[in-house]
Each structure stands twice: as structure tokens, then as C-alpha cells.
């Protein structure tokens, strides 16, 4: 199991993002749903996730947290959220 995303070498607005963002979710539980894996091995695997989503928000100039541009973030720890 491994998330990967589109290659590309355009920068991605926030709008672009979020679809992929959305994307990804959906994949992610789905692969939830039919994977055997016990509860604990599954949490760390959402945790990679969570990680890559958030390098990926970072490397496209965007904070993970708020879905705003890391210059207009007003979070905390920009780098550091969880979407809810
Ligand atoms: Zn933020």
C-alpha cells in the first residue's frame, strides 16, 4: 500500500489540493475497508499517510492544517495539523 500522487511538475493551487486531498481519502477507505490488517498495524499507516500529505502541502507552498497558503497561515504549527 503506498499513496502516491500525481506527478506532475506544476506547483498546485489549493483548490487542486483538496481534490487530491479528497482523492486520496477515498482511496485510503476503500483500501481500509477490504484490508485484513489489525487495527494498530492500520493507524500506522495513516500516520505515513498523513506525513506524505503533509510534505506534499508543504513542497506546493500550502499548509496541511488549514488548506491556506503557508504566507496567509494563521496556524499554530503550520506544518503540524490534522485535517478533521
Ligand atoms: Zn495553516
Known amino acids: 500500500m503506498t499513496v502516491t500522487f500525481e506527478e506532475s511538475q506544476d506547483v498546485k493551487n ?3 489540493l483538496h481534490q487530491i486531498y479528497r ?3 477515498q482511496n ?3 483500501w481500509m475497508g ?3 490488517l489489525r487495527f494498530d ?3 500506522g499507516i495513516i500516520d505515513a ?3 506524505e500529505l503533509r510534505i506534499y502541502y508543504r513542497e506546493n507552498g500550502h499548509c496541511y492544517a488549514c488548506g491556506e497558503q503557508l504566507d496567509g497561515c494563521l ?3 503550520p506544518l503540524e495539523g ?3
Open 23 to 25: 482523492r486520496s481519502l
Open 49 to 51: 499517510w498523513q506525513e
Open 41 to 43: 498495524e492500520k493507524l
Open 14 to 16: 489549493s483548490n487542486e
Open 34 to 36: 477490504d484490508s485484513p
Open 82 to 84: 490534522w485535517v478533521q
Open 28 to 30: 485510503m477507505r476503500a
Open 75 to 77: 496556524c499554530h504549527e
